[in-house]
């Protein structure tokens, strides 16, 4: 039996097979939707069989293309993992991974991994999805996100938690302001400023709350923010300070923001990787995976690895 079809037809197929809708498949593989339909005709064809059942509004799997997905799933992971593996053509395979991750982990920590990653593997495409700590254990549990960033999810049944780090809150404020210079800065003295905090449907705000529970003299937030980053941006506009965990803080050479321990209680965080149980990631999700463990705890010094 001849083969009359290609890699690119098996790789159409299953980005069909996986978001159940030709448009959305097509310009995932930035094809025209005749061009991505004649794909799968020729795939159809070549096998002699139906593997899709298309209506106006949705493409599901028949019984025979439900049996092909998997193995052509598994195909495709096989190949994936033997390329990445060679040197020399790592540097020119294509793929996509899904990263969900919560906002405060973004742009000082998952970036240089996402960056180091680049470097090695500069054509698998990266997408980031940054949302809340419950919108990012649900996309890992929903298999949207190959797998996550973040810091609650050891509790769920479904759900592989691995510690990455242990990181505390701190005092975020500008340069000027009179606690800049200060070794250190206790939640009663935080009270005595103009106070940003995140919103009660935060992850970040529901440990604060926690851990504050026993305590007479609180800050009292002024301005609310949905995210950490937003609030950072308060902070630099002189808006007021902050309590954000230390890996959302800049480094040292910021010309605007200092962090400053924050103590009595000290509260603190753990930040691990999720994914879902018993789900294989893909050779190219993997190996993102991987990076984020080899370097973990570098970010900053403020942050402890945690114990595995």
């Not at 293309?65 to 992971?77: A, I």
């Not at 990631?281 to 010094?301: C, H, N, T, V, W």
Request: proline fraction near 6%; charged fraction near 25%; aromatic fraction near 8%.
């Amino acid at each position: 039996m001849s083969i009359n079809f290609s890699l690119n037809d098996l790789q159409a197929f299953r980005t069909v097979a996986e978001l159940a809708n030709f448009r959305k498949a097509s310009e995932a593989l930035h094809l025209s939707q005749p061009a991505f339909s004649r794909r799968i005709e020729k795939l159809e064809e070549a096998l002699g069989v139906k593997l899709l059942e298309r209506t106006t509004r949705k493409v599901s799997l028949t019984a025979v293309g439900r049996d092909f997905d998997r193995k052509v799933k598994q195909l495709l992971d096989d190949l994936d993992s033997t390329l990445l593996g060679i040197r020399g053509v790592a540097a020119t395979r294509m793929g996509e991974v899904t990263v969900a991750c919560v906002p405060s982990t973004v742009y000082y920590y998952l970036s240089q991994v996402v960056s180091r990653y680049h470097e090695q593997y500069p054509r698998i495409r990266v997408k980031v999805f940054d949302a809340g700590a419950n919108e990012v254990l649900s996309a890992v549990a929903r298999s949207e996100a190959d797998f996550g960033l973040n810091f609650i999810g050891s509790q769920e049944p479904e759900i592989e938690f691995k510690p990455l780090l242990e990181e505390r809150f701190v005092a975020a404020c500008r340069r000027d302001h009179p606690l800049a210079l200060a070794r250190k800065v206790s939640w009663s003295e935080l009270s005595q400023y103009d106070f940003i905090s995140t919103s009660k449907s935060s992850g970040n705000r529901l440990l604060i709350d926690q851990a504050l529970a026993g305590l007479t003299s609180r800050p009292q937030s002024l301005f609310e923010a949905q995210h950490v980053t937003t609030m950072l941006g308060l902070v630099e506009a002189g808006l007021g300070v902050a309590a954000v965990p230390s890996m959302a803080m800049p480094g040292p050479d910021h010309p605007l923001l200092v962090s400053v321990p924050l103590v009595d209680p000290i509260v603190t965080r753990k930040v691990g990787l999720i994914r879902r149980k018993g789900r294989p990631l893909s050779p190219a999700a993997q190996q993102l995976y991987d990076f984020f463990i080899e370097m973990k705890g570098k970010r900053a010094p403020k942050s402890k690895p945690a114990k595995t």
